[in-house]
């Protein structure tokens, strides 16, 4: 265990693993944490436990939450959603429970994982909850909507008792929020590196970026086949895709990559559904997105309507593939990885 500034500390970093969003975040953070002395013991499950471990993190397991359903490109029964994800809860809150009164951290961290941050409200024990949204939405009837208002109701409590929450995002502090701009990893190659792994010689290439939840079917076929029909001299490079390899020509299936922040720079084009953690790697590396929101997910509803997109945009495909293509635009550099290991040090230590 290394020294941050004279303290000797430890942090139990739980992690959501719906998706590799949020162990995508980790993998940013995790290493800031580090470099700054800190001793860092990750907790998520099944593939984003497997992700993070790649870069070479302690991670332990714990019992994972469920993915939404989605049919036809659309969120379906949140309601049994939310009762599945409170028994993944439960069980999971046992575990890490008597993880942290193992490890006895100095702080807790969770990225939308909320059973770590729950036992570090109840134990005294400092914690800090990185989350992207603070208000749900999900319910679209009558009985859905009532399981939802129960779970925001403790949700709400969960926000006010933690020490810290940080938005990796742009906003208004207020309370214990603090915005600390949108988290990513560093890209690792340049776009050269990148075509030539690909064995791309030229015209570039369109990615298409599969959901780590492995959702995002319905947006791949109409991205797919207006690509076919585009006429663009260029490649389609799918990532991500763990089912039924894609194929066609000028197409190009790369599989579950780990780097996929590389791909996501190198593209003249980004395709992919609204997953924040893909929309703020295409943003910070100038890279034009195209963000298809699953239908009455609020979630990614909110992030596609922030840059102009619908569910319904998927229809016109084509249209929006031939005016997005090859528009680049300045890269942002966001430094949220940074800032968040940052604040949580200074959480701990209470010194510059």
């Not at 770590?116 to 005294?124: I, K, P, T, W, Y």
Request: with cysteine; proline share 3%.
């Amino acid at each position: 265990m290394g020294n941050v500034v004279g303290l000797a500390v430890r942090i139990l970093y739980g992690v959501s693993s719906i998706g590799l969003g949020h162990a995508s975040r980790a993998a940013a953070v995790a290493p800031e944490l580090e470099a700054r002395g800190a001793e860092v013991l990750l907790v998520s499950s099944g593939r984003a436990a497997e992700f993070l471990r790649s870069y070479g993190l302690d991670v332990r397991e714990a019992t994972g939450a469920p993915v939404p359903v989605v049919e036809g490109g659309k969120m379906v029964r949140p309601g049994l959603w939310y009762l599945r994800y409170w028994l993944a809860y439960r069980k999971g809150r046992e575990e890490v429970c008597r993880m942290l009164d193992s490890v006895k951290p100095d702080v807790v961290v969770g990225d939308e994982e909320f059973a770590s941050l729950a036992c570090a409200v109840e134990r005294g024990v400092k914690s800090v909850m990185i989350a992207d949204e603070l208000a749900l939405g999900f319910a679209r009837s009558v009985l859905s909507s009532i399981v939802e208002r129960r779970v925001e109701r403790w949700y709400r409590w969960l926000q006010r008792s933690v020490t810290s929450i940080l938005v990796p995002d742009f906003g208004e502090d207020s309370g214990n929020v603090r915005h600390i701009s949108p988290i990513v990893r560093r890209v690792t190659k340049s776009r050269e590196e990148v075509l030539a792994d690909l064995g791309i010689e030229r015209g570039g290439f369109i990615l298409f970026s599969m959901s780590g939840s492995g959702v995002g079917d319905f947006v791949l076929r109409a991205a797919l086949d207006a690509f076919l029909d585009s006429g663009l001299d260029c490649h389609f490079v799918v990532s991500g895709n763990s089912g039924k390899r894609v194929e066609g020509e000028s197409v190009v299936d790369i599989g579950l990559v780990r780097d996929n922040q590389n791909f996501v720079a190198a593209a003249d084009l980004v395709i992919s559904t609204a997953g924040k953690s893909t929309i703020d790697e295409a943003a910070s590396a100038g890279t034009p997105i195209i963000a298809i929101p699953i239908l009455h997910h609020a979630e990614q509803e909110r992030n596609a309507a922030e840059l102009g997109y619908r569910f319904e945009d998927v229809s016109r495909m084509k249209e929006l593939m031939l005016e997005k293509f090859g528009r680049r635009v300045e890269p942002r550099r966001y430094g949220g990885a940074a800032a968040a290991a940052e604040a949580i040090r200074l959480l701990v230590t209470g010194s510059p």
